[in-house]
């Protein structure tokens, strides 16, 4: 179980990253990266810190088992990337804060959506990452 959640959490990392590269286009598309050439090494930049963090979770995987508390050392590992995944998601809605105008070509029809996306504009952000991580997390819970 431990380890399902450590593995849930670097798959939110690595969805969030890829979703604030462009990769699906909800919030930075090729209009995005080609006024703002420079984005993706802010990105990197900006979040050194918090992507060097990821380094200390999978050095607490490796010494897990050499400790007393080897669930609780595996689950205190994956508190890092969950943090810089959260932290990815603080940047990117400062940078872009709405999704692109190729997302939001297919919810103007709707003013309930559209309604919705005003509220919450990282909502398509939340699912997306959520939803998948949380589904290779029990990938993995359900095989080891």
Do not use: C
């Not at 990117?92 to 709405?98: A, D, I």
């Not at 959506?113 to 398509?124: K, T, V």
Request: hydrophobic letters at 50%.
């Amino acid at each position: 179980m431990a380890i399902s959640i450590w593995f849930g959490s670097f798959a939110y990392l690595i969805i969030a990253v890829q979703v604030a590269n462009g990769f699906p286009s909800f919030y930075i598309d090729r209009e995005y990266k080609a006024k703002n050439p420079d984005y993706v090494g802010r990105f990197f930049k900006g979040n050194l810190l918090y992507f060097a963090l990821v380094f200390l979770g999978v050095g607490l995987l490796v010494l897990a088992p050499y400790t007393g508390y080897p669930r609780i050392t595996i689950l205190l590992g994956g508190i890092f990337p969950l943090f810089a995944a959260i932290k990815t998601r603080q940047y990117l809605k400062h940078e872009v804060g709405y999704p692109s105008p190729f997302m939001s070509s297919f919810f103007t029809h709707s003013p309930s959506i559209r309604a919705l996306f005003d509220r919450s504009p990282m909502l398509l952000f939340d699912v997306w990452t959520v939803v998948l991580s949380i589904g290779f997390a029990s990938m993995n819970y359900f095989t080891l």
